[in-house]
């Protein structure tokens, strides 16, 4: 697998990158979205009525290769990424091209045949960690009304029994239970947390509700209120530091309370609050082919069939300057979680603060 430290030891080229325009580095953090189609009809997510003129795998192959070894994290995103066709081949080429540390993959646990194609990328992808995440909004039917599909409850029930069953086979498989906080979940997170605690999953994370232009729902009121948010992120705060994690479980639960933290002060004061690196570190390719900093803004630097499908014409253009201006002078900000994991890593402070909780006594006595 590799190995995290060499992402550690490209924090300081970043920090210069950011700051002075060099050394030009390809981002390390990477979400892929071949496809925006979904099956679930979310009251958070308008993505499902999307459709796009989406890459071929013969393009994802130029585009990744594109890519080389950089990137560290990959996360295969939708719509709902395991409905995407191609998305065992998908995820054995960025493995084949990139050789990542770490694949996540969210999924609404709906399709029978989602396992089945988890256990296909698990025997490719041996050397990575391959990260399962299902959504839960609620239980029972408050699930089913948020996620808009009648018996989608009783689905994630029986596909969280089949990932665990895989975990058990494959060593390099985390299974995560994953929440939207929003509006329609803020009340009931309590009974999330319950479920979570007796599920045998590897981890419970969440990310907060919020406008995106890639989800099509800027405008919707979809967020709940900082004293909403706060009140109940406190208790999933207290509920993750009373928990004894393992593996990479252990480190992402440790960016998580971060996580949950930094949005609390987001919230608060409207600003970044810490730099965002969404545009040198991190980055999204759209199903068609567009490169964005994020998905929030989803500013179009450049469409990869243009630039024959080389990344490093895009992230390194004439385009991106602006956008990069835009970002480092705080024009926006965001509580967006896969973009927050990589600004924490940057953040002296903040990775201080998740390697002292991941260094724990024992090991250390190990070392001694």
């Known amino acids: 697998?590799?190995?995290?430290?060499?992402?550690?030891?490209?924090?300081?080229?970043?920090?210069?990158?950011?700051?002075?325009?060099?050394?030009?580095?390809?981002?390390?953090?990477?979400?892929?979205?071949?496809?925006?189609?979904?099956?679930?009809?979310?009251?958070?997510?308008?993505?499902?009525?999307?459709?796009?003129?989406?890459?071929?795998?013969?393009?994802?192959?130029?585009?990744?290769?594109?890519?080389?070894?950089?990137?560290?994290?990959?996360?295969?995103?939708?719509?709902?990424?395991?409905?995407?066709?191609?998305?065992?081949?998908?995820?054995?080429?960025?493995?084949?091209?990139?050789?990542?540390?770490?694949?996540?993959?969210?999924?609404?646990?709906?399709?029978?045949?989602?396992?089945?194609?988890?256990?296909?990328?698990?025997?490719?992808?041996?050397?990575?960690?391959?990260?399962?995440?299902?959504?839960?909004?609620?239980?029972?039917?408050?699930?089913?009304?948020?996620?808009?599909?009648?018996?989608?409850?009783?689905?994630?029930?029986?596909?969280?029994?089949?990932?665990?069953?895989?975990?058990?086979?494959?060593?390099?498989?985390?299974?995560?239970?994953?929440?939207?906080?929003?509006?329609?979940?803020?009340?009931?997170?309590d009974e999330l947390i319950e479920y979570a605690e007796n599920s045998r999953s590897d981890q419970f994370i969440t990310e907060i509700a919020e406008p995106r232009v890639e989800l099509d729902t800027v405008g919707l009121p979809i967020t709940p209120s900082p004293e909403e948010y706060a009140e109940a992120i406190d208790k999933l705060i207290a509920y993750v530091n009373s928990k004894q994690y393992k593996g990479v479980a252990k480190i992402t639960e440790a960016f998580r309370v971060e996580y949950y933290k930094l949005v609390k002060h987001i919230l608060d004061e409207q600003d970044q609050v810490i730099g965002c690196y969404a545009g040198w570190a991190s980055a999204q390719i759209y199903a068609d082919g567009t490169v964005w900093p994020c998905c929030v803004r989803a500013d179009d630097l450049g469409n990869l069939r243009e630039h024959n499908y080389d990344f490093k014409q895009i992230w390194f253009g004439e385009k991106i300057k602006e956008v990069q201006r835009s970002i480092y002078e705080k024009e926006c900000y965001c509580p967006l979680a896969n973009a927050s994991y990589t600004n924490m890593l940057m953040d002296v402070p903040t990775a201080s603060r998740v390697a002292a909780k991941v260094i724990t006594p024992d090991s250390i006595k190990v070392r001694n």
């Open 1 to 189: 697998m590799k190995s995290m430290l060499g992402v550690l030891t490209r924090i300081p080229l970043f920090k210069m990158y950011r700051q002075f325009g060099w050394p030009k580095m390809l981002p390390l953090n990477i979400t892929l979205s071949p496809s925006p189609k979904c099956n679930s009809r979310c009251l958070t997510c308008n993505i499902w009525m999307k459709r796009e003129n989406e890459l071929n795998l013969d393009e994802w192959d130029k585009v990744l290769a594109s890519l080389g070894k950089a990137p560290y994290w990959f996360t295969i995103s939708g719509g709902e990424p395991l409905m995407y066709p191609h998305v065992v081949e998908l995820a054995k080429l960025a493995y084949k091209h990139c050789q990542p540390g770490i694949i996540n993959i969210p999924t609404n646990g709906i399709l029978k045949s989602g396992p089945e194609r988890v256990r296909e990328i698990l025997e490719y992808c041996t050397d990575s960690q391959l990260i399962i995440n299902l959504s839960l909004d609620g239980v029972g039917e408050k699930h089913d009304f948020i996620r808009g599909v009648v018996g989608n409850f009783e689905k994630f029930e029986e596909r969280l029994e089949q990932y665990l069953a895989l975990r058990d086979e494959f060593p390099n498989l985390a299974v995560g239970i994953h929440s939207v906080v929003s509006v329609f979940s803020v009340g009931h997170l």
